[in-house]
């Protein structure tokens, strides 16, 4: 891009020096065809400055094409790495975007898979000390009776036996509420 830059100054310069030569060329043509001369050799002269003229402004005119097609190649080709650069750095800066959207992503399926994993683990310890107290209430219960057996066993044998009525089993009257 510099280089280009160093281009187009060149140009430039060069084609400030054809103008100043133009700008000479034609007052020197102005002064010469403002001094009175013999009219043959005014003529020949007018005519060969007149043809310097023509040549030099032929020059000027292919100069400044040269240099506009020059500048405008250097414009479109600046313009064009500008643009490419541009593109190429949103494009990057989307990209990253992106990747670091996807690393937020993983990072939270990652987290929610480490809550599932204690979850689960949480859930088959809560299992397993539910099937143990089970277990040990179901064993309980079956020697539930056999240790109600053992008591009334015991305890029938070492107390008089009473006879019992009806009545005195049966609770007070007054302690059940009335039908109605």
Same mark, same amino acid.
């Given at each position: 891009?510099? %280089?280009?830059?160093?281009?187009?100054?060149?140009?430039?310069?060069? $084609?400030?020096?054809?103008?100043?030569?133009?700008?000479?060329?034609?007052?020197?043509?102005?002064?010469? =065809?403002?001094? &009175?001369?013999?009219?043959? +050799?005014?003529? @020949?002269?007018?005519? *060969?400055?007149?043809?310097?003229?023509?040549?030099?402004?032929?020059? %000027?005119?292919?100069?400044?094409?040269?240099?506009?097609?020059?500048?405008?190649? +250097?414009? /479109? =080709? *600046?313009?064009?790495?500008?643009?490419?650069?541009?593109? /190429?750095?949103?494009? =990057?800066? #989307?990209f990253a975007t992106v990747?670091?959207?996807? =690393?937020?992503? !993983?990072?939270?399926?990652?987290?929610? !898979?480490?809550?599932?994993?204690? *979850?689960?683990?949480g859930l088959e310890a809560?299992?397993?000390?539910?099937?143990?107290?089970?277990?040990?209430?179901?064993?309980?219960?079956? /020697?539930?009776? #056999?240790?109600? @057996? $053992? /008591?009334?066993?015991?305890?029938?044998?070492?107390?008089?036996?009473? &006879?019992?009525?009806?009545?005195?089993?049966?609770?007070?009257?007054?302690?059940?509420?009335a039908p109605t």
């Amino acid at each position: 891009m510099a %280089t280009q830059q160093a281009q187009i100054e060149v140009l430039l310069a060069q $084609n400030r020096s054809l103008e100043s030569k133009l700008a000479k060329a034609s007052q020197s043509v102005h002064n010469s =065809t403002q001094q &009175p001369q013999p009219p043959a +050799a005014a003529k @020949r002269k007018a005519t *060969t400055s007149t043809e310097t003229l023509q040549s030099e402004e032929d020059m %000027t005119a292919r100069i400044i094409e040269m240099v506009n097609a020059s500048v405008a190649e +250097a414009l /479109r =080709t *600046t313009v064009q790495t500008t643009v490419v650069n541009a593109v /190429r750095a949103a494009v =990057t800066e #989307a990209f990253a975007t992106v990747d670091s959207r996807l =690393t937020n992503i !993983e990072t939270r399926f990652s987290n929610m !898979e480490a809550t599932v994993n204690n *979850t689960v683990a949480g859930l088959e310890a809560l299992r397993t000390a539910t099937d143990t107290s089970f277990a040990v209430i179901k064993q309980s219960m079956a /020697r539930a009776p #056999a240790i109600t @057996r $053992n /008591r009334v066993t015991s305890h029938s044998s070492t107390q008089h036996s009473e &006879p019992t009525t009806a009545s005195s089993n049966a609770p007070a009257a007054a302690s059940w509420p009335a039908p109605t």
